[in-house]
Structures are given as C-alpha cells and as structure tokens.
C-alpha cells in the first residue's frame, strides 16, 4: 500500500516570499503520479500542480514548482512570491494508474499543511 | 462550466440515525468518488463509480455506507446508522473519464456530518 507524509502540519510565511511544502511517499511502484492539491476555507479542493514519475522535468505552474527527487521518493512543491490567497491547506497526494478499463485509480492523500501568508 | 455540486452543505444528527448526501458532477464526467476527510487528515477513498459501475470500494463500512449511482449521474451516500465516528466532510469528486492519471479530480464543496 501507498502512503504519503506530510511532515509539516502549519507553516506562515510572509507575503510575497517564497515557501516550501515537504511530502514523502512510500510505494514499490516505478510509474505513479503526484499532486498537489489546495483546500481553501471554503472547502473546495482544487488541482495545484501534478507530476508524472517517468518525467524527469520538475513540474511548474506560474508561481507554483516542484522538486520530484524519485530515488528518494520526495515531493516538495515551491510557492514562489506568496499571496494572501495562498492561504489553504495543502495535500499531496498520489495516484497509482490502474487498467485502462478500470477508470481513474483512487487518490492516497496526506495529512496536509496548513499555510498561513502574512500580511 | 458548473462545477460539482453537493448538498446538503452541513448536516447535524444523532448517533443511531440516518442521513444521506448527494452529488451532481461536472456534466459529461463518466467517474465518480466519495471520499470522508476527517478533522486534521487528508481524504480517503470510499467508493468509485465508473458510469452506474462500482469500481472501487474497499473503504467503505459495507455494514453502514451504501451509495449508488442508478443513471450515470447523480449520486447518493447513505449513512445507517451512523455513529460518532462518522464525523467527517464527504466530498464528492468527478472526473472525465477513465483510462489514467492524466484526468483531473474535480471536487465539490463537500457536506460537513456532526454526529452527537
């Protein structure tokens, strides 16, 4: 089985600096792919950044990077110039792919950060 | 494009007694899941639809949870009984359709469940 950990439970940084978020995983799979998912107060999960494991290109996304180390089977996400609107919990989460037939494979999230942006 | 809705937003019941929730994913996405978030952890599977197909649901307390998805569209979780560990957000993803990691989980706003 999965398992994915986020040592960091609360982290704050000032506004406009830049942070990052630590995840390690746990799997005995060579293809897999990870997520960074936000979860705002108001609840609704949103898609922040994703990696594909064969790739070895660090994902990004406007402010948003990755640092995928796979022999270590770490998955640390960067926000750069932080905004007050960054202030959310955030997940990592993996996703092994199943058979084709079989839909979407389930997603093992971790137990989140909390981040706090200061005004 | 609306996006996934789920209702009702909060709930608040009696151990020992009933409770359902409903989704209605983005149009046109063939999967659907159900995931619990209890307070301080992440989210956990309960069950994955494929079109009206249960792909997936090895989390879920048989005994207790049932869900289904008659039409390929909208979804119901039920909750009978519930106990006081059942206190949770259910949220309610949607994605495109099968065949990998590629697609996007959209999720809902999610029902938050206290159970006294």
């Known amino acids: 089985a999965q398992t994915v950990t986020q040592s960091q439970p609360e982290m704050s940084v000032q506004e406009a600096e830049t942070v990052t978020l630590s995840c390690t995983y746990d799997?005995?799979?060579?293809?897999?792919?990870l997520f960074w998912y936000k979860q705002p107060p108001s609840r609704q999960m949103i898609l922040v950044i994703r990696q594909e494991a064969y790739k070895q290109q660090n994902a990004t996304e406007n402010r948003f990077s990755v640092n995928f180390q796979k022999a270590a089977k770490s998955f640390s996400l960067k926000i750069s110039d932080s905004q007050l609107g960054d202030t959310a919990m955030y997940f990592c989460?993996?996703?092994?792919?199943?058979?084709?037939?079989?839909?979407?494979?389930?997603?093992?999230f971790g137990t989140g950060t909390r981040l706090t942006i200061i005004p | 494009e609306a996006g996934v809705a789920q209702s009702p937003r909060y709930k608040i019941i009696e151990k020992r007694q009933s409770v359902a929730f409903w989704c209605n994913p983005i149009?046109?996405?063939?999967?659907l899941y159900w995931y619990q978030q209890i307070l301080g952890q992440g989210p956990k599977l309960l069950i994955q639809f494929q079109n009206n197909g249960v792909v997936d649901d090895s989390q879920l307390p048989k005994d207790r949870f049932s869900a289904e998805r008659l039409k390929g569209v909208d979804s119901t979780l039920k909750i009978q009984p519930a106990k006081l560990e059942d206190s949770a957000v259910y949220l309610c993803a949607s994605s495109l359709e099968g065949g990998g990691a590629q697609e996007t989980q959209y999720f809902g706003p999610g029902t938050r469940l206290l159970v006294l």
């Open positions: 989460a993996f996703m092994k792919p199943s058979s084709p037939t079989f839909g979407n494979e389930k997603l093992t």
């Open positions: 149009s046109g996405h063939a999967t």
């Open positions: 799997t005995s799979e060579n293809n897999y792919y």
